[in-house]
């Protein structure tokens, strides 16, 4: 079976103390879900018409499990605290 990934790309951060409330939410939501977090900010070099803010990269066991993380209650709940502090672009993907 394919595994899944969150793939985040974060364009601006105009709310730090907001995004640090999600990410203590976030966290336990994609534990419970399965994730792994792979990548999580550190060094980034840009390419093409890319932003080095940062980025997030999270594995699941599978596809299905990635997409029934993101929809769960605790992770809704991470989400409304995050609400505008962020511009990203937010993806689930399927591995090979």
Known sequence: MAKGYWVSAYRTISDPEKL??????????????????????GRTVAHDAGIAERTVLIEFDSFEQAVAAHASEAYQKALL?????????????EGL
Not at 22 to 39: D, T
Not at 81 to 93: E, H, M, Q
């Open 20 to 41: 640090a409330a999600y990410n203590e939410l976030a966290r336990p939501a994609v534990e419970a879900g399965g994730g792994r977090v792979l990548v999580r900010g």
């Open 81 to 93: 605290v995050l609400s505008d502090a962020v511009k990203r672009d937010f993806r689930i993907v």
